[in-house]
């Protein structure tokens, strides 16, 4: 029999935040406090012109500096704590102040001091390490050109090793392969860590990393770098982004990263991983913590909207209840909390996912943590990819939602969410446009698949091969209903296992879908370009099924380790609403493939209605648990004073209150 789960009465949001925070429960705590002490210099920008913006966020950055929270997630040798987990947990709780502060600190030692660290080797950090955690040595990420975004692969800039002098020469053949939207770059930036096509003895041996001075003491910049600003944007006006190219740019041989690769003084090449591509891709996997400190910070983001919507929506009254005259607020209509509370359930879901990410990656990254195999890295990267996507479009799409559900007043500067809209705007874009993340994780989910067939594990093989003679059945015979709901007869949409068993099948049989279409190319003799092209929809839909069942997964962990019945059984009415709303959302293909019925579809949105209802009374609790400061969240429609209470209109008629509202 299925169990029942009721949300109780009464859930302390002290003892909600205690399971929320986890594993870095100390390193939130800490950020929260420092987040509220300073507050002047860590809030956004007001008035002030760029310039003086530019100045304010690097002068947050100092602050930052001297909190001692940008060190620890660096090597003990170098005077770090090695909390990598700790670090990115910290960076990501910076959405709920300024945006810019978040981007820039994560370019300054997310991006810039990580690739030092990951990719070079001793002589650079014990020369450079230390100078860039202290913000001594600010300094840019340069892999993106104009021409060459998403392909990183094939980017045009160069740098040929000349025996002669012992010298890397940096050049930029043309405009297209200029460096483009590099933070830092425009006004604060001294070196760069730049990415060119390693050219030594006349060979080319793909992407490297290199050490470029982009500045003298002066601020001035070096022989041969021309630097541009990329000027107002959208959003992130504090960060600097700029534009960079070299021309007959030299540097030291010594300046090229070496961990993978090097060349000895004589122009020749040595490297550890001999395939180019491979190589290419193992230089990529180290630096994931991009990827996810950017899903992090768009949690951040999307719980601070979720907060000051939910709050201005307990708030905000419209129209008269007929019986007793009373205003009503707004969260108690259900076309609102249908906005707001499947949003709140989500960000919770990937919340736990995005915990979940982040040991993964201590565990893996942190120094002492001994040899990583190949698969765990893989697995990691997948992740990273699959989430970075869907947490940054969640953030788009909630803080879209919760700007509409305020009105008027979510429109206005002072409240807050415009700001949070054209800043995290950006974040589907940078450190990998999201398009692309899902059909680079489709790619490496048909790796695996072709890894599993060679290996022969019968007991990974099954599900997929069900899954195509499912297609194949439903394709030849027409009874797709049939063939597709057996394993699932007799299913019951209160049951929390068999929500999870459609997320499930979901996953399997859109990447069985996927795999079936793709089989001639597979075995060879088509144009597997077209082929691929032509599926391009397929693995995009077998990605997102993916990163669904893993966001589901991710939480249905975090809901056995919690001990407080009171906060599980809150939580666990949050992860129904979470998973109905994403099988609501694909309700069209749950049809057409027959796992689902016309009357089992139906019964769907009556149970969203239901768990909105019974989640409506906890929706402060939940939004106050994610512990963004009360400084970060203060702002006129959320004034106490305004909302003082007055005299209630007389009711007006059912019908002129469904007109007007």
Same mark, same amino acid.
């Given at each position: ?482 063939? %597709?709901?057996?394993? =699932?007869?007799?299913?019951? *949409? $209160?049951?929390?296992?068999? +929500? &999870?068993?459609?997320?499930? !099948? ?80 694909? %309700?069209?293909?749950? =049809?057409?493939?027959?796992? *689902? $019925?016309?009357?089992?579809? +139906? &019964?769907?949105?009556?149970? !969203? ?53």
């Amino acid at each position: 029999m299925t169990r029942t789960r009721v949300a109780p009465e009464h859930v302390d949001a002290g003892a909600l935040r205690t399971v929320v925070d986890g594993r870095w429960a100390h390193v939130r705590e800490e950020t929260r406090a420092q987040l509220a002490a300073n507050d002047d210099g860590l809030r956004g920008a007001g008035d002030l012109t760029t310039e003086e913006y530019r100045a304010r966020i690097t002068g947050a950055l100092k602050i930052l500096t001297s909190s001692g929270r940008p060190h620890t997630g660096f090597d003990p040798t170098v005077g770090g704590s090695g909390d990598v987990g700790g670090v990115v947990t910290a960076f990501s709780m910076l959405a709920y102040g300024d945006l810019s502060l978040l981007v820039k600190a994560g370019v300054q030692w997310g991006l810039f001091g990580g690739a030092v660290q990951v990719l070079g080797t001793e002589r650079h950090h014990e020369r450079y390490l230390r100078r860039i955690i202290d913000g001594e040595l600010l300094g840019c990420f340069a892999m993106t050109e104009a021409g060459h975004g998403s392909d990183v692969q094939h980017l045009h800039t160069t740098a040929t090793y000349d025996p002669a002098a012992q010298e890397f020469v940096v050049d930029t053949p043309y405009p297209q392969a200029r460096k483009s939207y590099i933070g830092n770059a425009a006004r604060d930036g001294r070196m760069a860590v730049v990415f060119a096509q390693l050219i030594t003895r006349g060979t080319r041996h793909g992407v490297h990393a290199f050490l470029v001075p982009l500045r003298d003491t002066d601020g001035n910049p070096e022989p041969g770098v021309t630097i541009a600003d990329d000027g107002r944007k959208a959003g992130l006006n504090g960060v600097d982004n700029g534009r960079l190219s070299f021309s007959g740019v030299r540097i030291p041989r010594t300046h090229l990263l070496n961990r993978f690769a090097d060349v000895a003084a004589d122009g020749s090449y040595s490297s550890s991983i001999e395939n180019e591509t491979a190589r290419f891709f193992t230089m990529l996997g180290t630096l994931v913590r991009g990827r996810i400190s950017v899903a992090g910070g768009a949690g951040g983001a999307a719980q601070k909207a979720l907060a000051l919507a939910v709050r201005f929506g307990e708030r905000r009254r419209q129209f008269s209840h007929p019986g007793t005259g009373e205003e009503i607020a707004v969260l108690d209509y259900l076309a609102h909390q249908r906005k707001l509370l499947p949003a709140l359930a989500t960000t919770y879901a990937l919340h736990f996912t995005q915990d979940d990410l982040v040991k993964r990656m201590h565990d893996i990254q942190a120094p002492g943590a001994g040899p990583v195999g190949a698969r765990e890295q893989r697995v990691l990267e997948q992740s990273a990819a699959g989430i970075k996507a869907i947490a940054t479009w969640h953030a788009t799409h909630t803080i879209q939602t919760c700007r509409e559900a305020c009105g008027g007043a979510g429109y206005l500067e002072e409240n807050l969410l415009p700001a949070l809209k054209a800043d995290t705007d950006v974040f589907t874009t940078f450190e990998g446009d999201n398009t692309v993340l899902l059909q680079l994780l489709a790619k490496e989910l048909l790796s695996d698949y072709g890894r599993t067939i060679r290996q022969g594990n019968p007991l990974r093989i099954a599900p997929l091969l069900g899954g195509q003679l499912a297609g194949v059945l439903a394709e030849r015979t027409g009874v797709a209903s049939l063939a %597709r709901r057996l394993p =699932l007869r007799g299913f019951d *949409l $209160t049951d929390p296992a068999r +929500r &999870r068993a459609l997320l499930q !099948v979901r996953r399997t049989d859109t990447l069985a879908t996927a795999i079936r279409h793709l089989a001639p190319a597979l075995r060879g003799g088509a144009d597997e370009f077209a082929v691929f092209n032509s599926a391009q929809d397929l693995l995009l839909d077998a990605a997102r099924a993916h990163v669904d069942a893993l966001v589901e997964q991710s939480f249905a962990d975090a809901l056995q380790r919690i001990a407080d019945p009171g906060v599980r059984g809150l939580l666990e009415r949050v992860h129904d609403l979470h998973v109905l709303t994403t099988i609501d959302r694909e %309700r069209a293909w749950y =049809l057409e493939t027959g796992r *689902l $019925t016309a009357a089992e579809s +139906r &019964r769907i949105r009556p149970l !969203v209605n239901e768990l909105c209802a019974e989640l409506r009374p906890h929706a402060r609790t939940l939004v106050d648990a994610f512990g963004v400061p009360e400084s970060r969240l203060a702002c006129p429609m959320l004034d106490d004073e305004a909302w003082a209470p007055g005299p209630s209109a007389p009711a007006a008629p059912v019908t002129e209150q469904v007109e007007a509202g």
